[in-house]
């Protein structure tokens, strides 16, 4: 059974920088694809930044140049640093892994950012 946990969410001031962390764990032989989403209130989860094998890192507009994301293969984590927050940023992240044929998901952890 595969398991992702996530952490790092969190209250941030604007302007202010968080670390997303998700570890994946169980019977692990391939990961495909490393991605996070988030989902605001009322609107529909949205693709943040993506890592698939054979690609290159791709991210929303919105969060280019302020995002990014890293993997470390040999953990089985993939993370998200996230820098100069907006409050347009608030919402529960969610990794995705794609591992052999199927999918995986993280828990969420939400992610406010205000003053």
């Known amino acids: 059974q595969v398991q992702l946990v996530e952490s790092g969410g969190g209250l941030v001031q604007p302007g202010g920088s968080l670390r997303l962390s998700c570890a994946a764990s169980g019977s692990i032989f391939s990961i495909y694809a490393m991605d996070w989403y988030r989902q605001a209130p009322g609107k529909q989860r949205e693709l943040v930044a993506g890592?698939?094998?054979?690609?290159?890192?791709r991210y929303v507009a919105s969060v280019k140049d302020r995002f990014t994301l890293s993997r470390d293969n040999a953990k089985r984590t993939v993370y998200l640093q996230m820098n100069s927050l907006k409050p347009e940023d608030t919402a529960v992240y969610y990794c995705r892994m794609v591992i052999g044929s199927r999918e995986y998901w993280g828990q969420g952890t939400q992610v406010t950012v205000s003053s």
């Open positions: 890592s698939s094998s054979g690609t290159g890192i």
